[in-house]
């Protein structure tokens, strides 16, 4: 098992930046990759960033390359999220995968998921 809390969540303006942070316990070994994604209401959870361990390999939403950075080891995972726009307002998941592929941008790819932080950016 891995469990999974997140924070650094906030109200912000658009323009400004904020870094949420993950903390993973447990069984942290067996990751092979941690993400982050978003659910705005009304919509569907979305891919916002994943990092791979072994390599460290990114990828990014196409919505937010350029803006958020992924970065951190097993035991924590950061999203650093720069020039904010009020769309990107949403609740954040941090997950973690125990599969191996080579990217990771599906739910269906992770295996634990953490309770969720809001951010909410105005304009």
């Known amino acids: 098992q891995v469990q999974l809390v997140e924070s650094g969540g906030g109200l912000v303006q658009a323009g400004d930046s904020l870094r949420l942070s993950c903390a993973a316990s447990?069984?942290?070994?067996?990751?092979?990759?941690m993400g982050w994604f978003r659910q705005a209401p009304g919509k569907e959870r979305e891919f916002v960033a994943a990092?791979?361990?072994?390599?460290?390999s990114t990828n990014y939403a196409d919505s937010v390359k350029g803006r958020f950075t992924i970065s951190g080891d097993k035991s924590t995972v950061y999203l650093q999220m720069t020039s904010l726009k009020p769309e990107d307002t949403a609740a954040y998941y941090c997950?973690?995968?125990?599969?191996?592929?080579?990217?990771?941008?599906?739910?269906?790819?992770?295996?634990?998921w953490g309770q969720g932080t809001q951010v909410t950016v105005s304009s």
């Open positions: 447990g069984r942290t070994f067996s990751t092979s990759a």
């Open positions: 997950a973690a995968s125990i599969s191996y592929y080579r990217t990771y941008s599906h739910a269906s790819q992770y295996s634990y």
């Open positions: 990092i791979r361990w072994g390599g460290d």
